[in-house]
């Protein structure tokens, strides 16, 4: 026997949402929002090839190492399998880093997952596009 559909995973629009919410709290430095949509269990990989964790991506915003200006995606493509969604698609960040200036132009994954009841971002990996 079949099991019954679960209506309680993520949907396109939810994850489009949550999206857009990490984008506004990392650009307006919402440290309290960002603490609330990161999950314990953040993997973060830079188009620098850093990798961080909650933890250590938290402190590089906090500490002004890393300042996000504007955060524009396009090409946007979401895959949805239960609890988890997958965002792919082009970005492009303004960004300072260590006190330089930088335009990323980027292709990316976002990895949100629904625990209870809420989504957490759990997955991050940039790719730089060539100039």
Do not use: C
Request: net charge negative.
């Amino acid at each position: 026997m079949a099991k019954a559909e679960n209506n309680n995973g993520i949907t396109v629009a939810d994850a489009l949402q949550a999206e857009d919410a990490r984008y506004e709290a990392q650009i307006e430095d919402d440290f309290e929002a960002l603490d609330a949509l990161l999950g314990k269990d953040l993997v973060y990989f830079h188009s620098s090839t850093v990798q961080d964790t909650k933890a250590s991506f938290m402190e590089s915003l906090r500490s002004g190492k890393v300042v996000y200006h504007s955060m524009e995606r396009s090409g946007t493509k979401v895959r949805i399998f239960g609890n988890v969604a997958i965002i792919t698609g082009k970005a492009v960040f303004e960004v300072t880093t260590r006190g330089k200036d930088k335009t990323l132009n980027l292709l990316f994954h976002s990895v949100w997952a629904k625990r209870d009841s809420r989504l957490e971002f759990v997955s991050w990996q940039a790719t730089l596009l060539p100039a």
